[in-house]
């Protein structure tokens, strides 16, 4: 059974950072390409961002690019968000998603993803 578990969200200020982690079972970790996408209150899901099975390829939305940091652990079979220099419009739930596909232009997709985690919540004050 494939499950993958956020943690890391909360409360932050404006201009402050969070660390969100994506710890995966049930799947050979390496072999997916992982991703983080956010939902915010009354706004459809969007991409944040995407790192593929070997790490090679690492794509981001505009509106995070410079300022959030994606990265994989494989032996700990977890995928991280670094976020820095956060903005208000950056709350939202965030969840991470795992997908076995290498096609690089599908990766920012939703559809792509097989896996989904139940999200974390990210708040920032402004």
């Known amino acids: 059974q494939v499950q993958l578990v956020e943690s890391g969200g909360g409360l932050v200020q404006a201009g402050g950072s969070l660390r969100l982690s994506c710890e995966a079972s049930?799947?050979?970790?390496?072999?997916?390409?992982m991703a983080w996408f956010r939902q915010a209150p009354g706004k459809e899901r969007e991409f944040v961002a995407v790192?593929?099975?070997?790490?090679?390829?690492?794509f981001y939305a505009d509106s995070v690019k410079g300022r959030f940091i994606i990265s994989k652990d494989n032996a700990k079979r977890t995928v991280f968000l670094q976020m820095n220099a956060l903005r208000f419009e950056d709350t939202a739930v965030y969840y991470c998603?795992?997908?076995?596909?290498?096609?690089?232009?599908?990766?920012?997709?939703?559809?792509?993803?097989?896996?989904w985690g139940r999200g974390t919540q990210v708040t920032v004050s402004s």
């Open positions: 049930g799947v050979t970790f390496s072999r997916y390409t």
């Open positions: 998603a795992a997908s076995s596909s290498v096609i690089v232009a599908q990766m920012r997709s939703q559809s792509t993803y097989s896996y």
């Open positions: 790192i593929s099975q070997r790490s090679g390829s690492l």
